[in-house]
Nanobody, 123 residues
Framework: QVQLVESGGGLVQPGGSLRLSCVAS????????MGWYRQAPGKQRELVAT???????NYADSVKGRFTISRDNAKNTMSLQMNSLKPEDTAIYYC?????????????????WGQGTQVTVSS
């Protein structure tokens, strides 16, 4: 089994900062692309940022210059540093990983999600 666990969400004032973390554990043997997605009330889940195993980053236009994604391949962790937060950044943030893992039927590749962490930006 593979599990992704996020942490670091909370309540912050506009202009403030938060750092989200995601840890992957289980029977994976390679993590390809990792990413952060978010879903605000009444809206569809959207991409925030992704990062490849080689460190290539991609950001949604709405967060460019404010958010920074990073990962530690040795520790199977990923982080999202969020600065200059705005009320419109309020959402549940989800960790996502495209990874290869061992199963009872041999090696498999799949897409996994964490349970989400709430980020609220409000004065």
């Amino acid at each position: 089994q593979v599990q992704l666990v996020e942490s670091g969400g909370g309540l912050v004032q506009p202009g403030g900062s938060l750092r989200l973390s995601c840890v992957a554990s289980g029977s994976m043997f390679r993590i390809n692309v990792m990413g952060w997605y978010r879903q605000a009330p009444g809206k569809q889940r959207e991409l925030v940022a992704t990062i490849t195993s080689g460190g290539i980053e991609n950001y949604a236009d709405s967060v460019k210059g404010r958010f920074t994604i990073s990962r530690d391949n040795a520790k199977n962790t990923m982080s999202l540093q969020m600065n200059s937060l705005k009320p419109e950044d309020t959402a549940i943030y989800y960790c996502n990983a495209d990874l290869s893992f061992h199963s009872n039927w041999g090696a498999r590749r799949g897409d996994f999600w964490g349970q989400g962490t709430q980020v609220t930006v409000s004065s």
